[in-house]
């Protein structure tokens, strides 16, 4: 198990193992986990893949894209099985989605247009808002197709995305905090990053304390109280993975397992949150949410 975040306080695991045992691999009985986390610090994860191939395991299960690359870097005949992986094609982890064609498949979050839609919805939550802040870290696997996509929207949109506020490690979260608060934009939009998925309680309470209505990239992000997300339930994601992991003890090869985009995109509001910042969501796009928190 190699994850960039943590592996024992993020629920989205107890699903996973929750389904590992309804398909019959029980811990202690029938599997046997060793875990490393980077804990939020990705240039740690290179040694933790090799840490985790020198236990020669039968199979290393990763979530996201970083954690994808270490893992295929420490080893090529290992299967490999992601549970959120980042572009598995662009990043070379793969041939295609239909034919992996290597060590690696599992599933990706990857969405063409997601970061466009995302910013659409912002736009439809605040349509007076032309001026748009942007947090993200330029070194996601994902920044490149993110940031065409989110221009791209920006344009059609008509609205002015302000220069963005980087951050690559956590430490780098507070330099990005004050630009933003010295821009002062009418909205935020938060790339939907895995270090902002670590991090998000530092984000959400520097966002409640700026009041900026925000829109985040996981739905975890609404639960703790951000305004609005566009998002796949991860969860979905790491209940789904163990059937990889499944076919693969059985005999199936990584490379012949197609490898699968998730099936449910939606958007959260959590309109107490809208309430404390004196907004009001129009209702239409309160039909269009997957989910309301009241």
């Known amino acids: 198990m190699l994850s960039g975040g943590e592996l024992q306080s993020n629920p989205n695991w107890d699903a996973f193992y929750a389904s590992m045992s309804g398909l019959g691999y029980v811990e202690g009985r029938d599997v046997i986990y060793e875990r490393r986390a980077a804990r939020g610090a990705p240039e740690r994860l290179p040694q933790l893949a090799r840490e985790l ?10 979530t996201g894209g970083g954690e994808v690359l270490a893992a295929r870097q420490a080893t090529s005949t290992i299967p490999i099985v992601m549970i959120f992986g980042t572009d598995p094609v662009g990043t070379g982890v793969a041939v295609s989605l239909a034919r992996p064609g290597g060590n690696v498949t599992g599933l990706t979050r990857s969405i063409p247009g997601f970061s466009e839609k995302s910013l659409q919805l912002l736009s439809q939550a605040l349509p007076a808002a ?99 997300a566009f998002a796949v339930e991860l969860r979905e994601l790491y209940v789904r993975a163990p059937t990889f992991i499944d076919k693969i003890l059985r005999g199936a090869r990584p490379a ?18 809208a309430r404390t910042l004196k907004l009001t969501i129009p209702r239409a796009l309160l039909l269009q949410a997957e989910r309301v928190l009241e």
């Open 130 to 228: 032309t001026r748009i802040g942007v947090l993200e870290n330029s070194s996601s696997l994902s920044y490149s197709s993110y940031r065409s996509e989110l221009d791209r929207g920006a344009a059609k949109l008509g609205l002015a995305l302000m220069p963005s506020a980087n951050a690559r490690r956590p430490e780098e979260l507070q330099p990005a905090f004050l630009k933003l608060e010295q821009q002062r934009p009418q909205a935020l939009y938060v790339h939907n990053d895995v270090l902002f998925f670590v991090q998000r309680a530092r984000v959400i309470d520097f966002v409640a304390r700026a009041q900026i209505p925000t829109m985040y990239g996981f739905t975890e992000d609404v639960e703790a109280g951000g305004l609005m």
């Open 53 to 62: 191939v020198a236990t020669k395991p039968r199979l290393i299960v990763t």
């Open 256 to 273: 012949d397992i197609p490898i699968e985009q998730p099936t449910r995109v939606g958007l959260w509001i959590n309109l107490k949150t």
